[in-house]
């Protein structure tokens, strides 16, 4: 789904913020308001903002009170373990993503290089063009594939033999 | 369901049916609307506490400027007048809105809460950095992918080695000694040619990165095949032997 990329600064555009608000507020609503009903769960949501003095608070004033009361209700070591602010969150988000970029980056390096790997055996690829580091990569998934056709024949020996 | 998940399809706004669902649900949805509440903080400048609590009874909360404060700040609003109450009572119409918290004249404070904006921002735009890493990554990947599905249609000898003949296995494996030792002999020649300061290809697959070989046209490195194109090789194979060619004697999807 092609979609413009948002850069996470503070938009310093008055009427795209104000904009971006108003949707992303909503959305956020809508966003508890089926978590609670596909799971079964309770939650609230409290919003400050610029645009209002008032807070938006979800699921009403009375309801929202009655969920912190349980929250409050709790041992705080219990509150406290799941709790996060921004910068905690921000942080968590940033370990995550980058430990999928180094996964699908090696997964990435091992699919080229499987591809370069059966090109050049086909003749249509030169090794002019390969590092010394893609050279040693390169030896290491043929070996590997070597293992696996050597096992392969195995199987196929003790089959006639049999 | 043909789908592999339910992701970008309609689901139905009904409690889950499926106990094991429920919970991964619970899990991804959680973290989602943390996600999306965090980002309406930093984009526009909102101050948030959500407070939801998961099928096991657990209390996960977010909240910025953290939990608490907002959470005490919503809690010390003047709390509205009992519906029906007696005239007397009823003087005001509506709970009084209680302003923002004025920003705190403790200097030390004040010092605290600016090293932690900025500690913020600098983790913003760092996750911004990697998202936009895994953007690349994932395009990176959709070239790669392709061309290997195309690879597998065109040639026997690319994919599943359990799916080759006895013949088959043998030829491929002698093409690959023969490619392994011209390997170990290129690297030998390069590493030469390293240790005596000369220029060495710069084209790297290695490091990991958006490479020229995937097609994407940028990029440096004599690679002389288009990744997604067609090389015509007549009867398939190597058998125009080229410098590197290995003759493994069968046309393209022959078996």
Known sequence: MPRSKVKLAYISNDSARRTTFRKRESGLIKKAEEITTLCGVEACAILYSSYSPEPNVWPSPLDAQRVISRFRNMAPPEQNKKMADQQSFTRQRLEKTTEKVTKLGTENQHNEMTQVMYQCLSGRLGFECLSIGDLYYLSGLVSQNLRVIDRRLEFFQRHHSG | ?255
């Not at chain 2, 991964?24 to 930093?42: D, M, P, Q």
């Not at chain 2, 010390?76 to 007397?88: E, L, Q």
């Not at chain 2, 095949?225 to 194979?237: A, E, Q, T």
């Open chain 2, 1 to 255: 369901m043909a789908r592999k998940n339910k992701g970008r399809q309609r689901i139905e706004m009904t409690r889950m049916s499926k106990e094991s669902n429920l919970l991964v649900t619970f899990s991804k949805r959680r973290s989602g609307l943390f996600k999306k509440a965090s980002e309406l903080c930093t984009l526009c400048g909102a101050e948030i506490a959500i407070v939801v609590f998961s099928p096991g009874k657990k209390a996960f909360s977010f909240g910025h400027p953290s939990v608490g404060a907002i959470v005490d700040r919503f809690l010390s609003r003047t709390p509205p007048p009992p519906r029906g109450g007696s005239r007397a009572s009823n003087r005001r119409d509506q709970p009084l809105p209680l302003p923002p918290p004025p920003p705190n004249p403790n200097s030390a404070v004040q010092l605290l809460e600016a090293h932690r904006n900025a500690a913020v921002r600098e983790l913003s735009n760092q996750l911004t950095e990697a998202m936009n890493q895994l953007e690349a990554e994932k395009k990176r990947g959709e070239g790669i992918n392709k061309m290997r599905r195309e690879s597998k249609e065109r040639c026997w000898w690319d994919g599943p080695i359990d799916g080759l003949g006895l013949g088959q296995l043998e030829q491929l494996k002698v093409a690959m000694e023969d490619l392994k030792r011209n390997v170990g002999k290129q690297a030998e020649r390069v590493r030469v040619v390293e240790e005596e300061g000369l220029k060495v290809p710069t084209a790297s697959f290695y490091a990991g990165g958006t490479s020229s070989f995937v097609g994407s046209g940028s990029g440096a490195g004599g690679v002389g095949v288009d990744g997604g194109g067609d090389v015509k090789v007549s009867d398939g194979l190597g058998l125009s032997m080229t410098p590197h060619g290995y003759a493994l004697g069968y046309g393209c999807g022959f078996f």
